[in-house]
């Protein structure tokens, strides 16, 4: 009868051991070595399959893994340049449109279904919208624009260190993104206009003055999408995937191009009251062509003046994890807005360099 590897090396080390006395020991440790390797490599040729099916699944979560963070330290902050986080995301799982682009068949379905009807139902076609007539309307009998004014520039006056103004705990500055949900101990007030309206009781006046402030400047804004509930969220959210999904895209796809647009139910700034999506009564799309009409110049130019803030810049989404919305401005305070604005800087980063 054959023998087996292990009586062959069995005997082998045994009759070295026998032969030469010295040797007796180190055969057996030998011996115990060689077996104990065998029996690692005879267990995985036996259960090859088994551990190709793992290693498969395990490649397949990767490659179609949906989850779009910016990188974040806690304490290290945001990465501070492109580059640096370029170099992060291209040895991880990790990705975002602004790095790793989509297919190039999934780009061209989608550009080709942005000016159809269907790219635009959803929570696009629900949106209400809200002038500054609509809001003054039922807002006039409290709103006293010049004593408001007046307080706001003697808040001003005291400011004299910039860094020292700023807190973590101040309910202008709460980070609120993909990393950052709403806190559960979170609290505000809605303030609701008859007209439907609703937002943080807090940003009222501020936005009251900005859209008056535009007024007298040939412009008028609308509001488009200010308080949502989180139900809502959720259902724009769900609503937007099924419709790239009509398009072709896999759930996978839909989701990660989704996540990219509309911010995750539970981590969207829409929840609290403090975002707001402003567009102008002649360009009434959420689109990157705001950027270019009158009304969006404006407000990238003048919002900080209110307190209001450019929430997902151009060239800021490796941080961000969403695209330029020139539409989607987000309340801070005027004085956080300011620098904001003068240094060019996104809520993350300013979190990183004044928080």
């Known amino acids: 009868m054959k023998k087996t590897f292990r009586e062959k090396m069995i005997a082998y080390f045994m009759g070295v051991g026998k032969k030469h006395k010295l040797l007796k020991y180190p055969s057996i440790g030998i011996l115990s070595a060689t077996l104990f390797f065998y029996y690692i490599g005879r267990h995985f040729v036996t259960n090859s399959k088994r551990y190709a099916s793992m290693i498969f699944v395990g490649i397949f979560f990767v490659s179609s893994c949906s989850f779009s963070f910016a990188v974040f330290a806690e304490r290290t ?196 009251g403090l975002a707001l999506d402003i567009t102008s009564e002649s360009y009434t799309q959420l689109k990157r062509g705001f950027a270019d009409t009158k009304e969006g110049q404006w407000l990238a130019e003048h919002s900080c003046e209110y307190g209001f803030t450019l929430r997902y810049p151009e060239g800021k989404e490796y941080i961000t994890s969403i695209e330029y919305e020139p539409w989607h401005f987000r309340y801070v305070g005027r004085e956080a807005a300011t620098v904001m604005k003068e240094e060019s800087l996104c809520l993350e980063e300013f979190w990183d360099k004044y928080l």
């Open 77 to 272: 902050g945001f990465t501070s340049v492109q580059e640096t986080y370029s170099a992060v995301v291209g040895t991880s799982d990790i990705s975002l449109a602004a790095v790793e682009p989509m297919a190039a068949e999934t780009e061209v379905l989608l550009e080709e279904k942005k000016g159809s009807s269907e790219y635009e139902t959803g929570e696009e076609a629900q949106i209400e919208a809200y002038t500054l007539d609509d809001l003054l309307e039922h807002h006039e009998h409290d709103h006293d624009a010049e004593a408001y004014e007046k307080r706001v520039e003697e808040q001003t006056e005291t400011v004299t260190d910039t860094e020292s103004v700023f807190d973590q705990s101040d309910w202008r500055l709460v980070l609120i993104n993909k990393h950052h949900p709403i806190p559960d101990d979170y609290d505000f007030k809605l303030g609701t206009f008859t007209s439907g309206m609703r937002c943080d009781e807090r940003v009222i006046e501020d936005l009251l003055l900005m859209m008056q402030a535009a007024k007298k400047d040939g412009l008028n804004l609308v509001v488009r999408s200010p308080y949502r509930t989180s139900d809502h969220q959720e259902d724009n959210f769900n609503n937007r995937i099924k419709s790239y999904m009509r398009q072709g895209l896999s759930y996978m796809e839909a989701y990660k191009v989704t996540s990219q647009v509309i911010t995750v139910p539970g981590c969207s700034e829409h929840e609290v």
